[in-house]
C-alpha cells in the first residue's frame, strides 16, 4: 500500500498507451459510400452484339458511372439490356438503358411499374412520361430498340440526360 500519485499517473499513462495501440490497430478507413465502374467493356460488348446502334449519354458533367452491365432481365424475354447507373452531381440516382426488348412487361420492369403520364419531346424524339412511387421515368421505343431513362433525380435531370444521348 505504498504506491505514490507518480505510481497512478504512471498506471494511467500505460492504460492510455495500451488504448491507443488498439485504436490503431482496429480503425479502419470508411470507404467511399459510392462505388465508380469503368464501363468500357459493358460498352464494347454492347456496340459489338446489338441489333440496334447503341446511345449513351454524353458530356454529363458531375456524372459517375456506379453500374454498368449488358446481360438480359428477367423481363426482356431474352433480349440483352445496356444498363447504366449513375450517381449526379446532386447525390440522386439515374438509370440508363437500352434494349431491343420493347415489350409492356420490360417497361413495367424498367419504370417500377410507373404509369404513363404526360409525352414530351427532347432533341427531336418524343418521350413518355411515366411515375411510380419510387421513381420517375422517361421512355421512347423507336424502331423496336426501348429507351427507358429513370431514376430518383429530378425531371429536369433526367431529361438532360435524353437530350444528352449519342451514337456511338
Known amino acids: 500500500m505504498r504506491q505514490t500519485v507518480g505510481d497512478m499517473v504512471r498506471s494511467m499513462g500505460l492504460v492510455l498507451a495500451l488504448i491507443a495501440v488498439i485504436l490503431l490497430v482496429t480503425l479502419r478507413p470508411q470507404p467511399d459510400a459510392v462505388k465508380l465502374v469503368d464501363p468500357t467493356q459493358v460498352l464494347i460488348a454492347a456496340r459489338a452484339l446489338a441489333p440496334f446502334t447503341v446511345e449513351i449519354p454524353e458530356g454529363l458533367a458531375g456524372y459517375q458511372v456506379t ?31 437500352q434494349s431491343a426488348a420493347d415489350n409492356l412487361k420490360f417497361i413495367d420492369e424498367q419504370t417500377s411499374g410507373g404509369i404513363a403520364t404526360d409525352q414530351l419531346t427532347l432533341a427531336g424524339q418524343t418521350w413518355q412520361h411515366y411515375e411510380s412511387p419510387e421513381r420517375r421515368s422517361l421512355v421512347r421505343t423507336v424502331n423496336g430498340v426501348t429507351t427507358v431513362i429513370s431514376g430518383t433525380a429530378t425531371q429536369g435531370e433526367l431529361e438532360r440526360v435524353a437530350s444528352s444521348l449519342t451514337a456511338g
Do not use: M
Open 67 to 97: 453500374s454498368a452491365r449488358w446481360q438480359e432481365t428477367s423481363a426482356s424475354d431474352g433480349d440483352l439490356v445496356l444498363h447504366l447507373g449513375y450517381v449526379t452531381p446532386g447525390t440522386e440516382y439515374v438509370q440508363f438503358s
